[in-house]
C-alpha cells in the first residue's frame, strides 16, 4: 500500500451544499493531484497543486477548488454540489523525477462523495 | 488535449493463458506510460510502467511496450491467475515545461475489465 492517506472514506451530502475532502501525501512527495472516477469510468484530472500552487488545471468548473500546505497535504472543496458530482475522488501523491520532469503517482483510497 | 483509447473494454481468458490491453494516445509529446490495476472498491496500483526512451519493460509476469511511431502500448500479463482479475487502466503523461518540475498530468484510459477463468 503507499503512504497516501485520504479522508472521509464516504460522505453522503445533498444538492447544493459544499464539501471538504482531505489527502495526505506519502513522504517526501511535495505534489498532490486531485481526479474525479465515475463509476466505470477512468480517473479525470480534476487539478494538481505542488508546492502550495495550482499547477494546471482539468475540464472542471471554478466551483472545484483547493489547496496545498506547507506539510503538502491537500484539499479539494467542491461548492454548489450537483447530483453529477458522485464519484469516487482520488487524490496521488508525487515527487518530479529531475531527469525527465516525470514522477510516479501513487494514489490514495478515495473519497466516495454521493450526492442526493 | 491528450486523448487515450483503451481495447478491450472486457476481457475473459482461461487461467494460465495470456491476457493484452492496448491503448493509443494523441499527443506525440507524452513521455510516459505507466499501467494501474484497479481492484473494486480500491484505489488504482501502479503494476508497471514506461518511459518513451524504451520500447520494452517486464516484470515477471507483467510486461508493456510501447511504439512511440504507432503512438500505441500494450500490457502483456502471461500465466494469468485468478488474482489478475480486475479492472486495468492505461495511462499517458505529458509533461510541461522542463522548468516547472512537479507540472505533470495523467490522462486515463477507458479501462478494461480483466476476468480470468479458472
Known amino acids: 500500500e503507499t503512504g497516501v492517506t485520504q479522508s472521509p472514506t464516504h460522505l453522503i451530502k445533498t444538492r447544493g451544499q459544499q464539501v471538504t475532502l482531505r489527502c495526505s501525501s506519502q513522504s517526501g512527495h511535495n505534489t498532490v493531484s486531485w481526479y474525479q472516477q465515475a463509476l466505470g469510468q477512468g480517473p479525470q484530472f480534476i487539478f494538481q497543486?505542488?508546492?502550495?500552487?495550482?499547477?494546471g488545471r482539468g475540464n472542471f468548473p471554478p466551483r472545484f477548488s483547493g489547496l496545498q500546505f506547507p506539510n503538502y497535504s491537500s484539499e479539494l472543496n467542491v461548492n454548489a454540489l450537483e447530483l453529477d458530482d458522485s464519484a469516487l475522488y482520488l487524490c496521488?501523491?508525487?515527487?518530479?523525477?529531475?531527469?525527465?520532469?516525470?514522477?510516479?503517482?501513487?494514489f490514495g483510497p478515495g473519497t466516495r462523495l454521493t450526492v442526493l | 488535449g491528450e486523448n487515450v483509447e483503451q481495447h478491450p473494454s472486457t476481457l475473459s481468458v482461461q487461467e494460465g493463458d495470456s491476457a493484452v490491453i492496448k491503448c493509443t494516445y494523441s499527443d506525440s509529446a507524452s513521455n510516459y506510460f505507466p499501467w494501474y490495476k484497479q481492484e473494486l472498491g480500491k484505489r488504482p496500483q501502479l503494476i508497471i510502467d514506461i518511459r518513451s526512451n524504451v520500447g520494452e519493460k517486464k516484470d515477471q509476469r507483467i510486461a508493456v511496450t510501447l511504439n512511440k511511431t504507432a503512438k500505441h502500448f500494450s500490457l502483456h500479463i502471461t500465466e494469468t491467475q485468478p488474482e489478475d482479475s480486475a479492472v486495468y487502466f492505461c495511462a499517458a503523461f505529458i509533461p510541461f515545461r522542463i522548468s516547472n518540475f512537479g507540472n505533470e498530468k495523467l490522462t486515463f484510459g477507458t479501462g478494461t475489465r480483466l476476468t480470468i477463468i479458472p
Open positions: 497543486y505542488y508546492r502550495e500552487e495550482e499547477n
Open positions: 496521488a501523491s508525487s515527487f518530479p523525477d529531475w531527469d525527465l520532469s516525470v514522477g510516479t503517482q501513487y
